[in-house]
Every structure is written in C-alpha cells, then in structure tokens.
C-alpha cells in the first residue's frame, strides 16, 4: 500500500507545480482494520492532504516522500486509537445525551461557521453532509471524555522530581548574557531637519547627566512602546534586540547610561539596569517550565499504556 499512497504524493508535487500532465489514477486500499471497522487510505489521504499541498510547496520530491511517509503512519495510528477509544466506549456502556452533542455542535457552528448556512455550505464544498459532520463531532467529544476518564488529572509531580529533571537537563536552561535595560525612542518626524530626533535626544541626555530620573525622562519624552512604564524593557537578550542597539548596550555596566544612538528613522538613549551573564537559569524560574513538561510526559505515558491495553483486547491489523 505504500505505493498507493506515494502515488498521491507524486499527484500532488506535479499539481503544485503546475505540470500538464494528468494526475494518475489513485486506487484506494485498507490500511487498517480495528475489530469490525476499516480504515482507508481515502481516509488517510483526506486527512493529509491540506498539509502535503502546503509541504509540496517547499519540499523536494524526495523530503516529500520521506514526510508524506511518516505523517502517513503517525495518520493511521490516530485512526486506529480513535477505533480502539470508541469501541471500549461503547463496551463500557458509557452514554452521550443528545443535548450534549448538540450544545457541542452549537457551539462550533458559532465558532468556526458563523452560522449553520455558512457550514451547510462547507460541508457541500467537501462532499460530506450535516450527518456526518455530526457523526464526527459526537465520536471527538466521545474520544476527549474517554482519555479524561482513563489519565488523571490529578497527577503531581513532586519537587523532588522537578529537581533532578534540572540538574540532569542544566544544558537545556542556559541562556544567553542579558542585560536589564531602560530605553528613551524619539521618532524622526517625516518632513523636518534630518538631525531633530538627534538634537532633543542630546538635550535629555545633558538633563540625565546632569541628575534628571531616567524613568521620568521616558516617561516625558519617550515614543516608545515602554514609556509608561519609564521606558522599562525588562530583561533583554542580545539576540533580541537590533544590532546597533546591541552593540551598544552590550558594553554598558550597571548603571551606566548610553550616548545618544541615532538612526534616519530614530534617536535611541539607553540605561542598563543591571547584567547577567550566561549561565543556567535558576531552578526558580524554570520550575513551572519543568512541571509541566512533567505532567505532559506523565500523561502521554499513561495514555500510551491506556492505547496498548486496548491493542491487546481488541483486533487490530495494519496493511
């Protein structure tokens, strides 16, 4: 079945392309089987083919292929759970009230339809119908409540844990050097003297050499985005600022406060508050990072075991 997939891979890099010459006949298979249901490749491709039109764009023939392959399993893997949920949720005898689905589907209507004449209209375009649309919508809702019945939520990852995960990933937390930085912008007006954001940037820089409050100067003066704030940047990485910028602030200790930095578009005066150098960030501020990165991976890993239960008591077959 490989070959039946690659030749809708193919199909699409000559559409995107715009070759002339026709598209060769797609055949449809199985490409799984879960108890009694079949899942298709016509299904599989319904799925993939937004994201193989855009990859066909960008991608060789062959990265295409490489992609196409893998999107095309982790696609029938999906299928393939999505089978296995439903059936141990009907075996369970578990039941979704009507209201339920309809309120759901209400609410998707308004929200990704504007109205029900907006998605009729969509659903035509597809080929599919008001049926089925509300078929699938019933089995996601149905999918969702399931993997909240079978993983927690009230996983806890202890202290402890996150710990060791960062004393074991350290390499992961580095960041670059940053400097705390304060910044007053004077815009160039369009029309006036070339060097005028220059000159009353020079004029406020003589007031703060000679004492003036930096924040109150950007409050006053500044056409920044920060000048509420007393032009407070926060902590700024050098990657994250423009070159000229960069270079600037870069070289500036504690306290110390720029020249003026003049550009054709702006006049920049700049205050460095305080500088860090690179290093791993403290556990403080990267603990909330790590739990959830925790619970996610403790949550997949019971979902996981959850799927291979399900495979070992239902019939499930690949081809």
Known sequence: MKRVFLTVIFSLAAATAGTAASPPTVINGIAAKVNEEIITYQQVRRILNPTLQSLAQRLSPEALEREALKLQKEAIDDLVEHELILHDYQAAGYLLPDSVVEEHIQRQIHERYGDRKTLAKTLRAQGSTFEKFREREREQIIVQQMRHIKVSSDIIVSPQKIRRYYETHKEDFEREERVKLKMILLNQPEGAAPDRAARMAREILLKLNDGADFEEMARVYSE?????????????????????????????????????????????????????????????EVSEEIEKSLLAEEKGRIYQQYVDRLKDRQYVAYF
């Open 224 to 284: 920044g985005s920060q000048a509420a704030k007393g032009g407070d940047w926060g902590w700024v990485e050098k990657s994250v600022l423009r070159k000229d910028l960069a270079d600037v602030a870069f070289t500036l200790k504690k306290g110390e406060i720029s020249g003026v930095i003049a550009t054709p578009e702006a006049a920049f005066i700049m205050m460095v508050d305080d500088v860090q150098g690179k290093g791993a960030k403290p556990l403080t």
